[in-house]
């Protein structure tokens, strides 16, 4: 009984004693400032309150209802998501920021600890990791360095409660004055084998026990800069870093330091649009793909053509993307301008070798171009007033620090440069473009980000005054970026492409007609990045996307004309992929990169198909049956594996060896009888009687940086092979022409070359010559005389021109005045010329050539300009630039293309030039 006794009064004196530490409230908060909720807790337990109100500052505001609960309970629930922790100790309450108060030691705090960190208090002498059980001790919160005003940072919240060992430190690194994120900025932790490098969004994660550390970024371009860190817990550092001086001076067109040697994958060309304004080109206009063709194996079949040859290849060879939307013509203004506005542009990325395994659908290249970040700190812009354009970009933050708008229009008054080209039927022609861009970025949380962009382009021309030729880009997409953890990332895209074009015909003969072609595409995409280990970092996912192809419609226009109306029936595709990647860095010297992609095609009705007689050649006579094919119902599918693998091995620390193989499929053909590419082209998708085109290209090449990497050298050779590449029989119909087949041919296509570039990247004197030799030949070959062309071997393709030699320099005055230089040399593209005639029938006829057998004369220009920035104050309103340039300074009439006509009993040559003359030009560029 005594007992029993005993042990109810103990139970009663503990319950008391606790109650007195700890005693019971009831309150009810609505949306309350922290602040008062610690107030109205104060008197209502008499206990005293000790924070530091600036602590409250940032805290969120607090709802609940606590009934009889005890004051610890409704602490630990009040403070659960905040940096704050507390201690209830005889009446009183005291608050910490990020640290616990420890009212004992912990167990065998005496004994002997084993601390890595340098900047922890330890009582061993051994390098070991802390006891996560022990509080974090800092040594020193001043900087030991009298010149850096950085005071610690304290990340997270200690928590007795938590057993992990490590934390994540996770950010974002923003420019200093742009307010934009920056990609590929390495932040790593002094003393220890932690880094990172930033992505594109400027994102940056790190692991890291408790403790005290000194964190650095490191980057070409912009300068170092250091932080101290406090690591209690999981924590956001977010970091600013300001643009090199020195970088303002450097190298044109470069990519990140090193990357020429240590990246796996080979042939990859990266343009820093800020940088290109120095370069002298056409009417003063910055244009990046313009800049692109100045790089080894990028050419164009000639001044002002429309598109780009990569290594051999055709113009429709090239996936050019706009925020991963397909832009089907990148072309304004007859060629002579790319339909991408430069000031809204920030990376842009040209893979002509190794194309990594998450692109697909085109043979030769992918040109991958990035809209930049909208300024999510302050309202600026960027304009420009030319002689032919004036473009204005604005960037307007929607929600500071997470949300932005940027709006960008361009357009031209051209009218006047038409009278300069020699071509008379240019000189009374009319000619006009404008394209707009719009880009909303929001940052939801750390974890999730969100942006699209909306780009639409409209040029409008007339050559001859009966006719108006109408074209136009359509694009939109939208990108949802989600980190699942620190090794684990991606981003769903869809987007949506439209390309088209309108002819109106009106004279005095009551033909009058509208002719329109459409293609348009929607396009779903997964693509997830994996990091394994250091060993092995994977990229994999899924894409699929749908075609819709309105091939031709002619209509009658007004009631007297005599046009009938016709309709091609419309093309729909469905095109999809899989595609994993691995990364894999074997030792220090050895990388890999192996990719997979599988994809998989099905042409689909609505529609008809002919089938024709085996043995026999392909047209009208051979049909022997039409087959009708029910909505959605599969007409053809194609499929197959296409594989990539490339690999890097450093001979020397700046000397490495880098090659690859890339097989590619290509569903999608660009009908085109021209010499270059036109706006009135029209895409075909493959079906029962036009089969995919596919390559199969090695590479193989050697780099080195020298002189302190000031200098870049490399040697890249490659060699491609190609299967079922279309081309078009002598005299081919190919606008609306409902057996469209009947005029093509497929056959082999080879191209080989090898490339050198001299690069030299920052000092007064800087620029690059680029230099490459190569061959791009096609064999139409059959049993049958129709179908074979030039004897069935093989022949120069109209875009191959062997020697290709580039200049670009740029040499600095001073800091604000600055000279460059822009020398080009090309041999003449292949040309068809008449040998001989002869009478048929009384008709004189006229004999030519083997296919491509001959050439026009060659090409080269040189271009030379002078640069002045604005002084360079920081507070002022706006920053100029003025660019003084004058294209063809030699006033070499290239000629664009020769023809040949029928006079007086014979036939005469005649060649059309686009600029004969040199054009001087100014344009004024300001910033604010």
Do not use: C
């Amino acid at each position: 009984m005594k007992k029993a006794v005993l042990i109810i009064l103990t139970f009663f004196v503990v319950s008391f004693l606790y109650s007195q530490e700890n005693p019971t409230v009831t309150v009810s908060f609505d949306n309350v400032f922290l602040k008062d909720v610690l107030i109205k807790l104060e008197e209502q337990t008499g206990y005293n309150f000790y924070f530091q109100e600036e602590w409250l500052l940032d805290e969120k505001k607090v709802t609940g209802t606590y009934n009889n609960s005890s004051l610890k309970e409704v602490l630990q629930a009040i403070l659960e998501n905040s940096l704050l922790n507390f201690l209830i100790y005889e009446k009183s309450v005291i608050l910490t920021r990020n640290s616990l108060i420890y009212s004992e030691l912990p167990s065998g705090y005496f004994e002997k600890t084993k601390i890595s960190n340098p900047n922890l208090i330890s009582n061993g002498d051994e390098d070991l990791e802390p006891d996560y059980d022990t509080p974090v001790l800092q040594k020193d919160y001043q900087s030991e360095n009298n010149n850096s005003k950085r005071e610690y940072i304290t990340l997270g919240k200690a928590d007795s409660r938590d057993t992990k060992t490590t934390f994540t430190i996770s950010g974002t690194i923003i420019d200093y004055s742009t307010k934009k994120p920056v990609s590929d900025i390495v932040v790593a932790v002094k003393g220890r084998n932690t880094n990172s490098v930033t992505n594109e969004s400027g994102a940056y994660s790190l692991k890291l026990p408790r403790g005290t550390y000194e964190i650095y970024t490191k980057s070409l371009g912009y300068q170092d800069s250091e932080q101290k860190i406090v690591v209690y817990g999981n924590g956001m550092l977010n970091l600013e870093v300001e643009e090199s001086l020195t970088q303002l001076e450097e190298i044109i067109i470069e990519s990140n330091k090193d990357d020429n040697i240590k990246q796996t994958i080979v042939g990859v060309t990266t343009i820093d649009v800020e940088q290109i304004k120095t370069i002298p080109l056409v009417l003063g206009e910055r244009d990046v793909l313009k800049v692109a063709t100045t790089m080894p194996g990028v050419k164009t079949a000639g001044e002002g053509a429309l598109g780009y040859n990569v290594r051999g290849g055709k113009t429709d060879q090239n996936l050019i993307l706009f925020d991963k939307a397909v832009m089907y013509n990148p072309s304004h203004f007859f060629g002579i301008f790319s339909a991408i506005n430069p000031f809204t542009t920030g990376n842009v990325k040209i893979f002509k070798g190794t194309i990594p395994a998450e692109y697909g659908g085109r043979l030769s290249s992918v040109i991958d171009i990035e809209t930049k970040e909208s300024n999510v700190e302050k309202f600026s812009g960027e304009a420009s007033v030319g002689p032919v354009t004036g473009n204005l970009t604005l960037e307007t933050p929607i929600i500071k620090n997470k949300s932005s708008l940027m709006t960008a229009v361009r357009a031209t008054y051209s009218g006047w440069i038409l009278n300069m080209i020699e071509e008379e039927s240019v000189k009374n022609s009319e000619a006009s473009f404008y394209d707009a861009v719009v880009k909303y970025n929001h940052k939801i949380n750390d974890n999730n980000s969100l942006k699209g962009t909306l780009y639409f382009s409209n040029d409008k021309f007339s050559i001859t005054s009966d006719s108006i030729f109408k074209y136009h880009n359509r694009l939109a997409s939208m990108q949802w970026d989600h980190t699942f953890n620190d090794k684990h990332r991606g981003n769903v895209q869809l987007v949506n492409s439209q390309y088209k074009f309108n002819i109106s015909y009106e004279n005095e003969f009551n033909r009058d007609f509208n002719y329109d072609y459409s293609i348009d595409e929607t396009e779903l995409k997964f693509n997830l990045k994996y990091l394994h280990n250091k060993a092995h970092k994977f990229d994999y996912g899924f894409s699929s996307k749908i075609y819709f192809v309105e091939p031709g419609e002619i209509k009658p226009l007004g009631d007297n004309s005599s046009i009938e109306f016709k309709k091609i029936e419309r093309e729909k595709a469905l095109e999809s992929a899989f595609f994993v990647s691995d990364l894999m860095e074997v030792n220090d010297k050895l990388s890999f990169d192996i990719g997979l992609r599988y994809s998989f095609y099905s042409a689909l009705g609505k529609g008809t198909q002919n089938r024709y007689a085996p043995g026999q050649p392909i047209s009208d006579e051979s049909v022997v049956e039409t087959i009708t094919y029910q909505n959605n119902e599969v007409i053809k599918s194609y499929s197959g594996f296409e594989p990539r693998v490339s690999f890097r091995y450093f001979l020397s620390p700046s000397l490495s060896v880098k090659g690859g193989y890339n097989k590619t499929i290509q569903y999608i053909h660009l009908l085109s009888s021209n010499t270059t590419m036109s706006p009135v082209d029209t895409w075909k998708l493959s079906d029962l009687n036009i089969e995919p085109q596919k390559a199969h290209q090695f590479s193989l090449g050697v780099f080195k940086n020298f002189g302190n990497d000031v200098y870049e050298a490399s040697v890249d050779g490659y060699y491609k092979k190609m299967d079922d590449i279309l081309d078009f029989k002598i005299g081919a119909e190919l606008n609306l022409n409902e057996n469209i087949e009947t005029e093509l041919l497929q056959g082999e296509g080879r191209a080989y070359g090898i490339e050198f570039l001299l690069k030299k990247k920052n000092g007064r004197l800087n620029g690059w010559i680029g230099y490459s030799y190569s061959k791009s030949e096609i064999k139409l070959d059959s049993e049958f005389l129709t179908e074979r062309v030039n004897n069935g071997e093989f022949f120069a393709s109209n875009y191959d021109r062997p020697h290709d030699f580039n200049i670009v320099s740029n040499f600095k005055l001073t800091k604000r005045y600055s000279f460059s230089m822009n020398f080009n040399y090309q041999t003449g593209r292949p040309l068809t010329y008449p040998i001989g005639k002869f009478i048929y029938n009384g008709t004189e006829q006229v004999v030519y050539s083997d296919r491509n057998a001959e050439r026009i004369p060659d090409y080269y220009r040189l271009d030379l300009g002078v640069n002045i920035e604005g002084n360079h104050k920081i507070k002022k309103f706006a920053h100029s630039f003025w660019n003084i340039s004058v294209y063809n300074v030699l006033g070499r009439s290239n000629p664009y293309s020769v023809y040949f006509v029928s006079e007086q009993g014979g036939v005469k040559a005649y060649k059309t030039s686009i600029f004969a003359v040199p054009i001087p030009t100014i344009t004024y560029n300001f910033k604010f």
